[in-house]
């Protein structure tokens, strides 16, 4: 089953004071992978917000492994882990340049109707899109990368 994977490199406005990547930008690197998920399935936030719903965040959580540094590249897998009738759990994993788990994470996302601001329930063909993005938290090494989600 796919998962959507991306390549980032660390830039000098990544970095904290100490000189490693920022824990803010792990969150801005889930929003890149969000809409990257959005895109592949054929449901493109600009799509989306023109037909009346919204995809909305209600929590995140990351757990850091170890520090990625200013001009290493990272690698970026994500998939979803839970699909329900108006929400989703999203897994993310950050790998330094050697394939080493740098960060894991996870979001829980709902849909929104933008007039009433209530959680709006995907249809079958919508819910279908995202079914080949939905599955087991296991790496090929067999490692367990799910994190805890409610």
Same mark, same amino acid.
């Given at each position: 089953?796919? =998962?959507?994977?991306?390549? @980032?490199q660390?830039?000098?406005?990544?970095?904290?004071f !100490?000189?490693?990547?920022? *824990?803010?930008?792990?969150?801005?690197?889930?929003?890149?992978?969000?809409?990257?998920?959005?895109?592949a399935?054929?449901?493109?936030?600009?799509?989306?917000?023109?037909?009346g719903f919204a995809?909305?965040?209600v929590?995140?959580?990351i757990?850091? =492994?170890t520090?990625?540094? @200013?001009?290493e590249c990272?690698?970026?897998?994500?998939w !979803?882990?839970?699909?329900? *009738?108006?929400?989703?759990?999203?897994q993310?994993?950050?790998?330094?340049?050697q394939?080493?788990l740098?960060a894991?994470?996870w979001?829980?996302?709902?849909?929104?109707d933008?007039?009433?601001?209530?959680?709006?329930?995907l249809?079958?063909?919508?819910?279908?899109?995202?079914?080949p993005?939905?599955?087991?938290?296991v790496?090929?090494q067999?490692?367990?990368?799910?994190?805890?989600?409610?």
């Amino acid at each position: 089953m796919p =998962k959507i994977t991306f390549e @980032l490199q660390v830039y000098p406005f990544d970095i904290d004071f !100490i000189g490693h990547v920022n *824990n803010s930008v792990y969150i801005q690197w889930m929003e890149i992978g969000r809409t990257k998920l959005l895109e592949a399935i054929g449901m493109p936030i600009q799509e989306i917000v023109q037909q009346g719903f919204a995809p909305v965040l209600v929590e995140t959580n990351i757990v850091y =492994k170890t520090p990625l540094y @200013l001009g290493e590249c990272v690698q970026v897998e994500m998939w !979803i882990s839970q699909l329900k *009738n108006a929400s989703a759990i999203m897994q993310f994993c950050f790998y330094n340049q050697q394939r080493i788990l740098a960060a894991q994470g996870w979001q829980k996302g709902l849909f929104v109707d933008k007039q009433t601001l209530r959680p709006r329930r995907l249809g079958s063909e919508e819910r279908s899109l995202f079914l080949p993005y939905v599955h087991s938290s296991v790496d090929a090494q067999g490692t367990n990368l799910l994190i805890s989600a409610p």
